[in-house]
């Protein structure tokens, strides 16, 4: 089936820093999603991509959806503590009933 | 709104036991899904359902089953249980049509211990 690789599988950082991780797939997908999960909880929906070469923001986070449909970026600008957490990224293409195939996860931690 | 609810919170089973996982969703989507989460993994998908009335297998479903009670309610159930059945499983579910964009919510989770 499809695969995603995602890294880098953690990250311990300085709050204030900027953070940037990526998910690389050997299949096209038509959407990229990037979740956030905390502790204890179900992951939560932070961006999704719908076209190629989108950019799209949400506050401090950004995402790409790259022009060969088979990779997507993630950056965090000036982390917070609060941005712990393990965050996703999922692809999806369109012959699957609104599935996803997720990443294996970036583990996220930051350093007051 | 509740959004995507899932009971119990936790489980202890024996190995052979058996039990339902219940999820249920007021935002009136379409579709729903059951995935398992091991640690240091993603998500992978057991079962889905694209709408009221039909379910399909994902990439695990060996040991499950389930069941899409009407458009709110989608059960998991383990029929037997096995320590490789340890996880927590999440529910999702989304307004999912073909070529229109969608968005995948979750439920908070069950953790499910087998001894």
């Known amino acids: 089936g499809q695969q995603l690789n995602q890294s880098p599988q953690s990250m311990f950082i300085q709050e204030g820093e900027d953070v940037s991780m990526n998910c690389t797939s050997s299949s096209i997908f038509n959407t990229w999603l990037w979740y956030k999960q905390d502790p204890g909880e179900g992951p939560v929906l932070l961006i999704a991509?719908?076209?190629?070469?989108e950019l799209t923001s949400n506050g401090r986070l950004t995402a790409q959806f790259g022009i060969t449909r088979k990779d997507s970026f993630l950056n965090i600008s000036a982390s917070i503590p609060s941005d712990v957490g393990i965050y996703f990224c999922a692809g999806r293409d369109n012959t699957n009933a609104g599935k996803s195939t997720f990443g294996d996860g970036t583990t996220l931690t930051v350093k007051p | 709104n509740a959004g995507v609810t899932q009971t119990p919170k936790f489980q202890v089973l024996k190995t052979g036991q058996s039990m339902t996982l219940q999820c249920a969703q007021d935002?009136?989507?379409?579709?729903m899904y059951w995935y398992r989460q091991d640690p240091g993994m993603g998500l992978r998908l057991i079962y889905y359902s694209a709408s009221e009335g039909t379910t399909d297998k994902g990439e695990v479903p060996n040991g499950y089953n389930v069941s899409r009670l009407n458009k709110r309610e989608f059960s998991l159930r383990l029929e037997s249980a096995a320590p490789s059945q340890t996880s927590v499983y999440f529910c999702?579910?989304?307004?999912?049509?073909?070529?229109?964009?969608?968005?995948?919510?979750f439920g908070p989770g069950t953790r499910l211990t087998v001894t």
């Open positions: 935002m009136n989507h379409n579709s």
């Open positions: 991509l719908y076209k190629a070469g």
């Open positions: 999702a579910s989304s307004e999912f049509q073909t070529g229109t964009k969608y968005e995948q919510y």
